[in-house]
């Protein structure tokens, strides 16, 4: 039943995107748990600031892998007192698995896809496993792969929501500037994604947003969110029917 109400909904949702989406995703009838997924980069407060406005109760996950610039945990600091965000939850690897897996802190160099999985993508999991949606800040125009996200997909178990995907850049300049949107301190220096410091570098002009990430290297996704796109029906899992 649950699962039956939640894609009749969706097709729904598939027709909003923005604050209109958000708010049918974050009010959702069907009982789905829903949390936002977040880096505290660039472009986040955006999104954050949107979800601030329909309910600042909604968890906001992020991941703390030991590596980010200090100026993005000050950041995010910054805007949970700005949007008043009520239950940010910072996930990190466990110590034992850091020390047992990247003891000199140098794995990101000889094998960035093996550090990503322990420093983002398997605390990442851990707590997304508590929620059926997750919001995400993705764009269609940061390319890499992500042209062709649509506004809803479904990964694995859970049902991705990209209230942006279809945003612009200017789009998001606009919502900064309208709204009065603190920025990340490393924008005005020339980032236009931000993730690890060890990761990232200035974007240079011409060059797309995402340009920065791995810079060099064939690796383009921290491996959070899927590079395809599957729009199947969501189903429920079976203790949640
Ligand atoms: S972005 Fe770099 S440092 Fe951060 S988890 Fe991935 S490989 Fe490791």
């Not at 979800?51 to 030991?66: C, H, N, Q, Y």
């Not at 239950?87 to 990190?92: G, L, P």
């Not at 993508?121 to 800040?137: K, S």
């Not at 994604?193 to 791995?214: F, V």
């Amino acid at each position: 039943m649950k699962t039956e109400l939640i894609n009749t909904m969706i097709k729904t949702w598939r027709k909003l995107d923005g604050g209109a989406l958000l708010k049918a995703v974050i009010l959702n009838e069907a009982d789905a748990r829903v949390a936002v997924s977040s880096s505290f980069g660039a472009e986040s407060a955006v999104l954050l600031g949107l979800v601030a406005e329909i309910d600042p109760s909604t968890p906001v996950l992020t991941v703390d892998t030991g590596k980010l610039f200090d100026e993005t945990i000050e950041y995010r600091n910054r805007l949970v007192d700005h949007f008043g965000l009520l239950d940010v939850r910072i996930v990190s690897a466990p110590l034992g698995l850091i020390d047992s897996t990247d003891a000199d802190g140098d794995l990101h160099q000889s094998n960035p896809d093996l550090c990503c999985q322990v420093r983002k993508v398997m605390p990442h999991a851990q707590a997304a496993a508590d929620f059926d949606i997750l919001i995400t800040g993705r764009k269609q125009f940061h390319g890499e792969g992500r042209q062709a996200l649509p506004t809803v997909n479904i990964e694995g178990q859970h049902i991705k929501v990209n209230p942006l995907a279809t945003w612009s850049e200017a789009d998001i300049e606009d919502a900064f500037q309208t709204h009065q949107i603190p920025r990340h301190p490393l924008v005005v220096e020339g980032y236009r994604s931000i993730g690890c410091a060890t990761c990232t570098l200035k974007t240079g002009t011409g060059q797309n947003a995402r340009a920065g990430r791995w810079a060099g290297q064939t690796k383009t996704e921290c491996g959070l969110h899927s590079a395809t796109f599957d729009t199947f029906q969501f189903k429920f899992a079976e203790n949640r029917q």
